[in-house]
C-alpha cells in the first residue's frame, strides 16, 4: 500500500541501504535539511574510502517500523578527511510502502538453515511457507528450540537471496500431518546484510504488486 507524506522519516543516526554504481553499502544517516540535503556516512571499502563524484546517482532505501522507504538522488560532495561524510540531494520525490499491510506473503521457497551447540553443528533443510520484512515461518524436519539462534539460507525466485543470515527463534509448532516436514518454526531477523535486506524488499514489493495487480 502506497503512503502518501512530504517529509521521509529519517532517524539520526538510522542504519540505511545505499546503491552506487551497483555498490550496496551500509550506512548511517548523520543529518538531513527537508528540500536541501541528506547526509551519511561516506562508504567505505575495507580501509579505503569509496570515491564519488559530484552528480554520481545513488538510491537510498531502507526499512523502518514497517514502512519500505526507496529514492532515487545524486551525491553533491564527498567529505573524505577526518570525518567521511557524503552529502547528497533532497530526493524531489521517493516512494513508502507499509509492508504491514502486506505482513505475510505465502511461499515455498526451499531454505536450508543451522545452528551450533558449542562445537557441534546442526543442520537441517526445508521450506519458507510463508515471508515478511521481518522474518519467516520455516517447515522442516528436525526440532529447534527458542535458545537456537538459526543461520539461514535461501534463493529468492525473484532473483538475490539470503545467505547465512541469522534469525532468532519466536514461535515453535508441529503439524503431525506432515512425515518430511513436522515442525513449523517462525522467525524473527537477528542481524541482516544490506544485500539481503534489499533482496527481502524487492520480494515484497514484487509480491505486493502482484496482489494489488490480482484485486484490480
Aim: proline letters at 5%.
Amino acid at each position: 500500500m502506497a503512503i502518501r507524506i512530504d517529509e521521509i522519516p529519517f532517524v539520526m543516526g538510522q542504519k540505511v541501504t545505499a546503491t552506487i554504481r551497483g555498490e550496496v553499502f551500509s550506512v548511517c544517516v548523520r543529518g538531513w535539511l527537508k528540500g536541501q540535503y541528506v547526509i551519511t556516512d561516506l562508504p567505505k571499502v575495507g580501509a579505503e574510502v569509496y570515491r564519488v563524484a559530484p552528480q554520481t546517482g545513488v538510491q537510498i532505501h531502507f526499512i523502518k517500523e514497517g514502512l519500505f522507504v526507496n529514492f532515487k538522488s545524486s551525491a553533491s560532495y564527498a567529505l573524505a578527511q577526518a570525518i567521511s561524510l557524503l552529502v547528497i540531494e533532497y530526493p524531489r520525490t521517493f516512494d513508502m510502502h507499509n509492508l504491514r499491510k502486506f505482513a505475510r506473503f505465502k511461499t515455498n521457497i526451499p531454505v536450508t538453515f543451522h545452528y551450533e551447540e558449542g562445537d557441534t553443528k546442526f543442520e537441517d533443510f526445508g521450506v519458507i511457507r510463508d515471508m515478511s520484512s521481518g522474518g519467516l515461518l520455516i517447515s522442516h524436519k528436525k526440532p529447534v528450540t527458542k535458545q537456537n539462534l538459526l543461520y539461514i539460507t535461501a534463493e529468492l525466485p525473484a532473483g538475490g537471496s539470503f545467505k547465512l543470515q541469522k534469525a532468532d527463534v519466536k514461535n515453535l509448532r508441529k503439524n503431525p500431518k506432515s512425515e518430511s516436514s513436522p515442525y513449523v518454526t517462525g522467525v524473527k531477523w537477528y542481524d541482516i546484510t544490506p544485500e539481503s535486506e534489499e533482496s527481502i524488499a524487492k520480494f515484497i514489493t514484487q509480491r505486493s504488486k502482484e496482489k494489488r495487480d490480482t484485486l484490480r
